[in-house]
């Protein structure tokens, strides 16, 4: 067999030189469409053998009279193809031309295709197992025995099906597909459908075959052959089986996910009123998966930190990420296999609905978890500023090239997902929940077995916004979605006060946080505008009380029966943040919400709107479009907030701030001022968690974020309480850090500890098999700040000698984390000398970009020349893109500037801020000695009740 592929490598490529070159496009020729395929597979993966072999049969139909076949494939050697027809007449075909840059081969025959006619092209081929995430891939996982097993998996998203088999690798062609996969007899094969039948061929072999799939595309189609243990349950109310396959260690750990997937598809089946349609449903966990899920139709693959359910182990904030990975993928029955698209530039359909109902049925799930509050002020918030640059691309951007569709669905993995995901929410709230479903069931009957694009789904809405008098006559669901689609960016909504008149004037443009860039296509959207004051502060009313019209840059609205507003009285628009936009406002009204907030609770002001007052103003600021010490004056009122959702939206700017001031002056500034916001809720909270067990969720997520900052911000408290944790653990065993989010306690606690720490950590990681354990040290162990200990961490991580004691995903915890908690300069210089074989062992992709944006937003001075001479080398190794290499230099110019002009001013706030309580102590400081006699205490009386 062996001999035969070289030779038929051999003959592949000599008759690929010798044809003459044909011209092609980025798409298939749209010549021949597939009718359905037979794919056989064969690996040895038990024996760590990475290659395998392949045939497989395409029914397909001739749409013109062609002499050619075009199909995508990459990476295959072939070594035998025949076509026939229904007749079995065999006609002459020859491999015309191979472009493995954009992955495509051309079969050519002497005579053409009959138009209309079906006929069975046969191929056999042969390929190699990647490591995942690229085509047929393999991963490793430990046993209960603490054997290194592998596992073979398919991982076909986005093109990467070219890179198993030669097909159709275009979302628009949905075909039934008959799968045979031959293995070791000790391994078992599962795929989208249910088992047809085992044949063992002999002692060494055995062939799964399954039963046929549904029409859909080839992206979808997933298998894997592993040694797994499996658990079933079957849900009565959907005559469903549902099989969880993990190694059997972790067989307890299953039966949360199984008690919630129950949850979510009855819940998702009610909402679309369409039962999930297939006749069983496998998920099965994959270490190595870089995603936390991968929604094949019917083997869901799940990463274990995102999946498993350990009691005691587990966190809340763990548990919330369980409930969003599950229905996240369970939605993606309905949006993305059962409904497809007709190209990837659609992909924001399936992945904004996918997104957003994570948070949706999730918070019906946990309705005691901030999934909402969450939603809006992590989720939304983060992204406003990633799409806030000019070059900033629209959702519906059109591309074809396979390659360049491998890096935009990268992309997609927050920046374009959580876009799309907002503006379903924004769609939500201005048609209201009951339009919204019935609109969505529309879209899912009409279009089932189908590959639908935007128009197929704006009229699925609009029908049902017609019914409803969802919407004014003169504005149409297709008018709304395409602003926000089919452009880059989003507006900022100026709102300018006449506190004579009561008149208020809104405007549009588009917010661009580079100061240097303009909008010079001069962009305007369909914007519903939302609106509270002080006299109507109805802060759960978000259907729209006005619309400012794409093309309309100025509306001026004057006071209803139903909104009044007086001079003195502040208002606020885009109520809940529903609308995908941020407010800029005069700056008198700045100032009677910032005089409201100071108050403290009960607020009249919602929780998102704070979290969007807060959000919006220091961006704002950012961009100079207001001063920052307007941004300052308002976000010293969160030392009143109790809420986690207002303090997720003010750390992220608090930390921001942080990297970019620190230095010299520091501590007798930002520092000092950082640990007076924080001081009194750290004194409540407490570092360790309530020993009672009686701290609400919202407080247990909100005590990490409180830590995190008193720590960083040189309180001594802080910093002594979690390295006496981290010292203790290493001497005892014993976990003190608490339950919720142990990286910020082991993280901080790591950065004054002595190495005698670091190695006990460091060897843990090595040991555990828990994911979620893992993933508290993954985070945290990067923040050791010895230089040449960090480096020695960071060569294993690419050793192949070590590749078996950590995840790919885990490689880029310890890297981002280390870079993120002011090790840059160690980040940087393992990345220069040994990028290779980082792309090797876990690739680059986008979380390496975002590594780099980590750098350099804390990066110091004398290291900016090393950062912009590995952007260069990882660029010159086509590492990361020109446009990732552009971002990252505006990025670093950017920060650069604004510390020049804005440190002394900030720092000139803070010095009057404080002069008021001048000569008094900031925060409640003890002598460190009893500071360390009371927290070994509490460390004593932890460790003597556990």
């Given at each position: 067999m062996v001999v035969k592929i070289i030779v038929g490598a051999v003959l592949f490529f000599a008759v690929a030189l010798a044809q003459d070159s044909i011209e092609i496009s980025n798409r298939l020729s749209n010549t021949t469409e597939p009718v359905s395929y037979e794919l056989w597979l064969e690996t040895k993966i038990h024996e760590r053998i990475f290659d395998y072999t392949g045939r497989v049969k395409i029914a397909l139909k001739a749409l013109e009279a062609t002499n050619s076949i075009m199909l995508s494939s990459e990476g295959l050697l072939f070594y035998n193809q025949t076509l026939r027809d229904l007749m079995d007449n065999n006609m002459k075909i020859n491999i015309a031309e191979v472009n493995e840059n954009l992955g495509f081969i051309i079969f050519s025959m002497e005579e053409n295709l009959r138009i209309d006619e079906i006929y069975i092209l046969d191929i056999h081929f042969a390929g190699s197992l990647h490591r995942i995430p690229d085509g047929f891939c393999y991963s490793s996982y430990m046993d209960e025995h603490g054997e290194t097993l592998y596992l073979a998996t398919s991982h076909m998203h986005v093109t990467n099906a070219r890179k198993v088999f030669p097909c159709y690798n275009e979302p628009r062609y949905r075909t039934p597909f008959t799968i045979h996969i031959s293995h070791h007899p000790t391994l078992h094969a599962v795929s989208n459908m249910p088992v047809a039948q085992v044949v063992n061929n002999s002692e060494d072999?055995?062939?799964?075959?399954?039963?046929?799939?549904?029409?859909?595309?080839?992206?979808?189609?997933?298998?894997?052959?592993?040694?797994?243990?499996?658990?079933?349950?079957?849900?009565?109310?959907?005559?469903?089986?549902?099989?969880?396959?993990?190694?059997?260690?972790?067989?307890?750990?299953?039966?949360?996910?199984?008690?919630?997937?129950?949850?979510?598809?009855?819940?998702?089946?009610?909402?679309?009123?369409?039962?999930?349609?297939?006749?069983?449903?496998?998920?099965?966990?994959?270490?190595?998966?870089?995603?936390?899920?991968?929604?094949?139709?019917?083997?869901?693959?799940?990463?274990?930190?995102?999946?498993?359910?350990?009691?005691?182990?587990?966190?809340?904030?763990?548990?919330?990420?369980?409930?969003?990975?599950?229905?996240?993928?369970?939605?993606?029955?309905?949006?993305?296999?059962?409904?497809?698209?007709?190209?990837?530039?659609?992909?924001?359909?399936?992945?904004?609905?996918?997104?957003?109902?994570?948070?949706?049925?999730?918070?019906?799930?946990?309705?005691?978890?901030?999934?909402?509050?969450?939603?809006?002020?992590?989720?939304?918030?983060?992204?406003?500023?990633?799409?806030?640059?000019?070059?900033?691309?629209?959702?519906?951007?059109?591309?074809?090239?396979?390659?360049?569709?491998?890096?935009?669905?990268?992309?997609?993995?927050?920046?374009?997902?959580?876009?799309?995901?907002?503006?379903?929410?924004?769609?939500?709230?201005?048609?209201?929940?009951?339009?919204?479903?019935?609109?969505?069931?529309?879209?899912?009957?009409?279009?089932?077995?189908?590959?639908?694009?935007?128009?197929?789904?704006?009229?699925?809405?609009?029908?049902?916004?017609?019914?409803?008098?969802?919407?004014?006559?003169?504005?149409?669901?297709?008018?709304?979605?395409?602003?926000?689609?089919?452009?880059?960016?989003?507006?900022?909504?100026?709102?300018?006060?006449?506190?004579?008149?009561?008149?208020?004037?809104?405007?549009?443009?588009?917010?661009?946080?580079?100061?240097?860039?303009?909008?010079?296509?001069?962009?305007?959207?369909?914007?519903?505008?939302?609106?509270?004051?002080?006299?109507?502060?109805?802060?759960?009313?978000?259907?729209?009380?006005?619309?400012?019209?794409?093309?309309?840059?100025?509306?001026?609205?004057?006071?209803?029966?139903?909104?009044?507003?007086?001079?003195?009285?502040?208002?606020?628009?885009?109520?809940?943040?529903?609308?995908?936009?941020?407010?800029?406002?005069?700056?008198?009204?700045?100032?009677?919400?910032?005089?409201?907030?100071?108050?403290?609770?009960?607020?009249?002001?919602?929780?998102?709107?704070?979290?969007?007052?807060?959000?919006?103003?220091?961006?704002?600021?950012?961009?100079?479009?207001?001063?920052?010490?307007?941004?300052?004056?308002?976000?010293?009122?969160?030392?009143?907030?109790?809420?986690?959702?207002?303090?997720?939206?003010?750390?992220?700017?608090?930390?921001?701030?942080?990297?970019?001031?620190?230095?010299?002056?520091?501590?007798?500034?930002?520092?000092?001022?950082?640990?007076?916001?924080?001081?009194?809720?750290?004194?409540?909270?407490?570092?360790?968690?309530?020993?009672?067990?009686?701290?609400?969720?919202?407080?247990?997520?909100?005590?990490?974020?409180?830590?995190?900052?008193?720590?960083?911000?040189?309180?001594?408290?802080?910093?002594?309480?979690?390295?006496?944790?981290?010292?203790?653990?290493?001497?005892?065993?014993?976990?003190?850090?608490?339950?919720?989010?142990?990286?910020?306690?082991?993280?901080?606690?790591?950065?004054?500890?002595?190495?005698?720490?670091?190695?006990?950590?460091w060897n843990k990681l090595k040991t555990i098999t828990n994911e979620q354990e893992r993933s508290h040290i993954s985070s945290s162990i990067g923040c050791y700040k010895d230089f040449q200990a960090l480096y020695t961490l960071f060569l294993e991580l690419v050793s192949p000698e070590f590749y078996h004691l950590y995840t790919a995903l885990e490689r880029f915890q310890i890297i981002i984390n280390a870079a993120r908690y002011g090790n840059g300069p160690v980040v940087l210089e393992f990345l220069k000398y040994n990028h290779e074989d980082i792309s090797k062992i876990f690739t680059f992709n986008n979380r390496m970009e975002q590594t780099l944006r980590e750098i350099g937003d804390n990066i110091l001075d004398d290291d900016i020349p090393l950062f912009q001479e590995v952007i260069d080398i990882l660029f010159n190794a086509s590492h990361i893109t020109s446009d990732q290499v552009i971002r990252l230099k505006i990025n670093l110019d950017y920060h650069r500037t604004w510390i020049n002009e804005n440190k002394n001013t900030i720092e000139e706030w803070i010095r009057e801020y404080f002069e008021p309580i001048s000569g008094t102590a900031v925060g409640k400081i003890a002598p460190i000695a009893a500071i360390i006699i009371g927290i070994t205490l509490h460390v004593i009386a932890n460790i003597l009740v556990r």
């Amino acid at each position: 067999m062996v001999v035969k592929i070289i030779v038929g490598a051999v003959l592949f490529f000599a008759v690929a030189l010798a044809q003459d070159s044909i011209e092609i496009s980025n798409r298939l020729s749209n010549t021949t469409e597939p009718v359905s395929y037979e794919l056989w597979l064969e690996t040895k993966i038990h024996e760590r053998i990475f290659d395998y072999t392949g045939r497989v049969k395409i029914a397909l139909k001739a749409l013109e009279a062609t002499n050619s076949i075009m199909l995508s494939s990459e990476g295959l050697l072939f070594y035998n193809q025949t076509l026939r027809d229904l007749m079995d007449n065999n006609m002459k075909i020859n491999i015309a031309e191979v472009n493995e840059n954009l992955g495509f081969i051309i079969f050519s025959m002497e005579e053409n295709l009959r138009i209309d006619e079906i006929y069975i092209l046969d191929i056999h081929f042969a390929g190699s197992l990647h490591r995942i995430p690229d085509g047929f891939c393999y991963s490793s996982y430990m046993d209960e025995h603490g054997e290194t097993l592998y596992l073979a998996t398919s991982h076909m998203h986005v093109t990467n099906a070219r890179k198993v088999f030669p097909c159709y690798n275009e979302p628009r062609y949905r075909t039934p597909f008959t799968i045979h996969i031959s293995h070791h007899p000790t391994l078992h094969a599962v795929s989208n459908m249910p088992v047809a039948q085992v044949v063992n061929n002999s002692e060494d072999s055995a062939t799964t075959t399954f039963e046929r799939t549904f029409p859909m595309p080839v992206n979808l189609l997933a298998f894997t052959i592993s040694k797994h243990a499996v658990q079933t349950r079957f849900f009565e109310s959907m005559n469903l089986s549902v099989n969880i396959f993990v190694p059997k260690q972790h067989l307890d750990e299953v039966n949360f996910a199984l008690d919630y997937m129950k949850f979510c598809m009855e819940k998702l089946r009610d909402f679309v009123n369409m039962d999930i349609q297939l006749p069983k449903l496998d998920s099965i966990t994959i270490n190595d998966l870089l995603l936390t899920g991968l929604e094949n139709w019917g083997l869901i693959f799940f990463n274990p930190k995102n999946f498993l359910y350990k009691e005691n182990v587990t966190s809340p904030g763990q548990r919330m990420d369980i409930v969003r990975t599950i229905t996240h993928q369970l939605a993606h029955n309905y949006f993305g296999s059962i409904v497809g698209i007709t190209w990837w530039n659609f992909f924001w359909m399936t992945e904004g609905f996918a997104t957003y109902f994570e948070y949706y049925f999730g918070n019906e799930y946990l309705p005691d978890y901030p999934l909402n509050d969450m939603f809006c002020a992590d989720f939304t918030q983060r992204n406003l500023a990633d799409h806030s640059l000019l070059m900033s691309p629209a959702l519906n951007k059109y591309i074809d090239d396979p390659n360049d569709v491998t890096v935009a669905y990268g992309v997609f993995d927050f920046a374009m997902v959580s876009k799309a995901a907002s503006m379903m929410r924004m769609i939500h709230h201005l048609l209201g929940t009951e339009t919204f479903r019935k609109g969505l069931r529309k879209y899912v009957k009409e279009m089932q077995y189908e590959a639908a694009d935007a128009k197929d789904l704006c009229r699925s809405l609009q029908e049902a916004a017609d019914e409803d008098h969802a919407l004014p006559e003169d504005i149409s669901v297709e008018d709304v979605i395409s602003s926000w689609t089919d452009q880059p960016g989003y507006p900022l909504l100026t709102v300018m006060r006449n506190y004579e008149s009561n008149e208020i004037v809104v405007n549009q443009q588009r917010f661009l946080s580079a100061r240097d860039e303009f909008d010079l296509d001069g962009l305007s959207w369909y914007i519903p505008l939302t609106m509270a004051t002080a006299t109507n502060p109805d802060m759960d009313n978000t259907k729209p009380w006005a619309w400012l019209k794409k093309g309309i840059r100025e509306l001026v609205l004057t006071m209803t029966d139903n909104k009044t507003w007086a001079a003195e009285d502040w208002i606020i628009f885009n109520v809940q943040e529903t609308g995908y936009y941020r407010v800029n406002y005069d700056t008198q009204n700045w100032r009677l919400l910032a005089s409201e907030l100071h108050q403290g609770p009960p607020f009249s002001i919602g929780t998102l709107n704070r979290a969007q007052i807060i959000d919006d103003s220091c961006n704002l600021a950012y961009s100079d479009v207001i001063p920052f010490t307007l941004a300052l004056d308002i976000i010293k009122y969160v030392r009143f907030e109790p809420d986690y959702a207002v303090w997720l939206s003010a750390s992220r700017h608090l930390l921001s701030l942080n990297s970019r001031l620190e230095g010299p002056s520091y501590a007798l500034f930002f520092g000092r001022f950082l640990q007076h916001l924080t001081e009194d809720h750290f004194e409540k909270l407490d570092v360790f968690e309530n020993a009672n067990g009686k701290d609400t969720v919202r407080n247990t997520f909100l005590r990490p974020i409180i830590v995190d900052l008193a720590c960083r911000s040189g309180s001594g408290k802080c910093l002594t309480a979690t390295r006496i944790m981290v010292t203790a653990e290493a001497l005892t065993g014993h976990i003190l850090a608490p339950h919720e989010k142990p990286s910020v306690y082991y993280c901080h606690g790591l950065k004054s500890a002595d190495e005698k720490t670091f190695r006990y950590f460091w060897n843990k990681l090595k040991t555990i098999t828990n994911e979620q354990e893992r993933s508290h040290i993954s985070s945290s162990i990067g923040c050791y700040k010895d230089f040449q200990a960090l480096y020695t961490l960071f060569l294993e991580l690419v050793s192949p000698e070590f590749y078996h004691l950590y995840t790919a995903l885990e490689r880029f915890q310890i890297i981002i984390n280390a870079a993120r908690y002011g090790n840059g300069p160690v980040v940087l210089e393992f990345l220069k000398y040994n990028h290779e074989d980082i792309s090797k062992i876990f690739t680059f992709n986008n979380r390496m970009e975002q590594t780099l944006r980590e750098i350099g937003d804390n990066i110091l001075d004398d290291d900016i020349p090393l950062f912009q001479e590995v952007i260069d080398i990882l660029f010159n190794a086509s590492h990361i893109t020109s446009d990732q290499v552009i971002r990252l230099k505006i990025n670093l110019d950017y920060h650069r500037t604004w510390i020049n002009e804005n440190k002394n001013t900030i720092e000139e706030w803070i010095r009057e801020y404080f002069e008021p309580i001048s000569g008094t102590a900031v925060g409640k400081i003890a002598p460190i000695a009893a500071i360390i006699i009371g927290i070994t205490l509490h460390v004593i009386a932890n460790i003597l009740v556990r």
